[in-house]
């Protein structure tokens, strides 16, 4: 089975200041990838996916960009962050074809 | 992005009482997902449910599709402490789409 690993598991930023959060997945190979935000403990917000190294579709447009450097990497990151960047990150694994996704413990990025 | 409709937002009951959630869409689910968050950690599949009138059970968790998979809904029996969470049903697609979850608090 996979495991996914997400670090940092907190993070204390300024406004302006850049951010790169990182995912890696174990167990399994050529795996669709998310990144989701968490706000207040509810509902996920779909932030970005890829199908493959180098493929990335972004779902809503902020400062915010991911990369895939490596089939079980993803990367998220940010030039400069906004307060309204705030949130719990959470980083998605599927396997090809199913639509049963498993998740990393997540990243608190706090804004301030 | 179809909108998925989680009811009751929130949930307080203490330990054995019985509960139900329910997740409701306009349109129709290929499939669905559940869910299970605790705090500061990252959501646990419970379950997937793909037919229409499935009923799924996961220990004292009953999981129902509707016959005209639009809606779904999810049983708990002789709720635990344990039980407390945020639970979220998913709609399947290339990426899922979340409703917004029903907080459970179940009490000693």
Redesign the interface.
Known sequence: SQTIHQWPATLVQPVGSPLSLECTVEGTSNPNLYWYRQAAGRGLQLLFYSVGIGQISSEVPQNLSASRPQDRQFILSSKKLLLSDSGFYLCACAALSSYEQYFGPGTRLTVT | TQLLEQSPQFLSIQEGENLTVYCNSSSVFS?L?WYRQE???????LV?VVTGGEVKKLKRLTFQFGDARKDSSLHITAAQPGDTG?Y?C?R??????????T?LLVTP
């Not at chain 2, 399947?92 to 979850?101: E, I, V």
């Open positions: 499939s997902q705090p500061g950690e990252g959501p646990v599949l997937t945020l979220l998913a399947s697609g290339y990426a899922l789409n979340f409703g917004k979850g907080s």
